[in-house]
């Protein structure tokens, strides 16, 4: 069975170059016809015009006048041989071959023909209608007569002297010669109409090379297609992507990248000049190394930032900013190496607690019950817990107590005594445990590395945290002080919270600032909370540092607070002294019961 060649669609540029040609075509077509009907009709009106004229000069003169009179006045119409040789005829008939007129006709006052250039239509009704001249008016005409189609005009004539219509005179040019006319003027428009049907060709071929180069001869279904899998993959991401295009406009700006930038769809903006951090520009700066990745505070969160150079078969397409949210990936390991700090805490206390019921076990068998009631007492006086932090017992939330004593357990590790200031006083409890322990764990660590780093002997880290109880929820207030010696000589106390500064390096093994709160409030650090190596006073290349003091200000202002340096230290100590105010985080802790009990009841 013979079955017929399969044609191919034609492209989508053969497409659209055969349109355009035939619109171009059309519009050209379209265009000479419009001139030649409005040249058409300005030649029509001249002779018009031009026959009005010649009929008021004809019915003006005083002789034509006089002449239509008499004959007006006759009883009767004079004969065709009469009319043949008077004066009308021969006025009519020297002023038509003189002007070139059609035709020169004389009617008296009931429209009969008094001249005509037929003299065998000599005395018979015009054959168009007088009736408007004959009541004094002027009119143009264009129609068919006897001669053939004409322009023209029909003129009253009145009786010398008076206003009585007696007759009327008719004018008339031949249309043939307004065609004649519109030949002539007919050679330029096709001449341009020509021009303008290659111009459009010639644009319309130019157009189509454009737009082969333009969407790099894909179809039109395999441009959409990829419209399609575009938006399905960039807003499919948690990744940010932005898109640079090569002439520094902004053409790509996902959603990830607006909520990790906290910034509006920026889509069409110079990249030179967008909100963005500088430290993204210069990642597509020309001498930039692709293979590098920075790490920057933006819209309180920590990004890990890097660029690639976009190409296409050699061609330059831009470049793409890649953005990933390092406190979201590295969340679980957060909540694991908290989670991991108390139970070696927890195991430690347990052991000294087997050991404790051990010594009165003892001291009961042996019968030094006093002894052993002294014992108890003393115990007690420390607490249910036991962590090495000094005056412990000051911190009466359980966040904060859990949370530093796990920071304590840490310092001790390093041979710093952590220590609680006899200002200390919490009568509330805090509300948002995440923020707080975000920003005091940064301050507790700096201040443990400073005084680790620190040229004194004695090696101590204190705090107070003091709450100033609001309406609508308590202001935390702490002061971080150590042991370490201070800030470099020289140093702005501003300069600290600026990203990339940094005053110490960061033990491995110790990156903590900042995670106990995942493993003691039960609720995870949210997207503010960090490792100790993202909250340390410093930065490196996708290492972490010298964001910490930054983000905790962009986190503490965000609710209407502020971190500073209230001393900058001096060499051998005691070293700097941070204070941060954290407004509503505490409440009373009446209105945390109610608060719980309802959301419980919920």
Do not use: C
């Amino acid at each position: 069975m013979h079955r017929p060649a399969r044609t191919l669609p034609l492209r989508f540029s053969t497409q659209t170059l055969l349109l355009q040609l035939g619109v171009v075509l059309l519009v050209v077509l379209l265009s000479t016809a419009v001139h030649a009907w409005l040249t058409y009709d300005r030649v029509g009106r001249e002779a018009e015009n031009q026959a009005l004229t010649l009929a008021r000069a004809v019915a003006a003169d005083a002789s034509i006048q006089a002449d239509v009179l008499a004959i007006s006045e006759r009883e009767g119409t004079p004969p065709p041989s009469e009319l043949r040789t008077g004066p009308l005829m021969a006025a009519a008939e020297a002023t038509r071959l003189r002007t070139g007129a059609l035709f020169v006709v004389i009617t008296d006052e009931t429209g009969l023909r008094l001249a005509h250039p037929d003299p065998a239509r000599l005395g018979e009704k015009v054959s168009t209608d007088p009736s408007e001249a004959l009541a004094g008016q002027e009119i143009t005409t264009r129609n068919t007569g006897t001669l053939g189609p004409s322009a023209g005009a029909k003129v009253p004539v009145y009786g010398p002297g008076t206003d009585t219509v007696v007759g009327e005179v008719s004018v008339g040019y031949s249309m043939e010669t307004v065609g004649q006319s519109l030949e002539r003027d007919i050679g330029p428009v096709a001449l341009t109409a020509a021009g303008a049907l290659l111009a459009g060709v010639l644009a319309s071929f130019l157009l189509r090379r454009r737009l082969q180069r333009l969407t790099l001869g894909l179809e039109p279904e395999e441009i959409s297609t990829l419209v399609h899998d575009q938006v399905a993959v960039l807003q499919g991401v948690d990744d940010g992507v932005i898109g640079v295009s090569a002439d520094g406009r902004i053409s790509v700006f996902n959603a990830a990248a607006r909520r990790l930038l906290d910034l509006p769809d920026l889509a069409g903006t110079p990249w030179a000049s967008a909100p963005v951090p500088g430290q993204l520009k210069a990642l597509t700066r020309a001498d930039a190394a692709e293979a590098d990745a920075i790490e920057l505070v933006a819209g309180g969160r920590v990004v890990v930032a890097s660029a690639r150079k976009a190409l296409h078969r050699r061609e330059d397409l831009g470049w793409v900013v890649m953005l990933r949210d390092r406190t979201e990936l590295q969340q679980l390991t957060r909540q694991l190496d908290a989670v991991g700090t108390m139970s070696t805490a927890l195991r430690a206390q347990r052991h000294e607690f087997a050991n404790q019921l051990h010594t009165i076990a003892g001291l009961m068998s042996i019968g030094q019950h006093q002894q052993a009631r002294d014992y108890l007492a003393g115990l007690a006086a420390t607490g249910p817990l036991k962590f090495p932090v000094d005056q412990a017992e000051l911190l009466q939330d359980p966040y904060l107590q859990a949370f530093v004593g796990a920071k304590g357990v840490e310092a001790d590790e390093r041979g710093v005594t952590l220590r609680i200031g006899p200002e200390t006083l919490i009568r509330g409890q805090v509300t948002e445990p995440q923020d707080v322990t975000t920003v005091l764990g940064n301050l507790i660590d700096n201040a443990v590395n400073a005084a680790v780093a620190g040229s004194s002997a004695d090696r101590w880290v204190e705090l107070e945290v003091l709450d100033e109880p609001h309406d609508d929820g308590g202001t935390l207030h702490i002061v971080v002080a150590d042991s370490g010696d201070g800030l470099a000589p020289g140093t702005d106390a501003e300069a600290v919270f600026a990203e990339g500064y940094t005053t110490a390096a960061q033990p491995d093994g110790l990156d903590r600032a900042g995670l106990g709160s995942a493993g003691l409030n039960g609720a995870g650090l949210d997207g503010a909370g960090l490792d100790g190596a993202a909250l340390d006073r410093g930065t490196r290349r996708s290492g972490g540092q010298g964001l910490g003091l930054a983000l905790a200000r962009q986190l503490a202002r965000r609710r209407g607070g502020e971190i500073k340096v209230l001393e900058t230290g001096t060499q051998g100590g005691p070293g700097a002294v941070f204070m941060a105010s954290l407004p509503r985080t505490t409440a009373a802790t009446g209105a945390r019961d109610t608060t719980a009990e309802k959301e419980n009841n919920a």
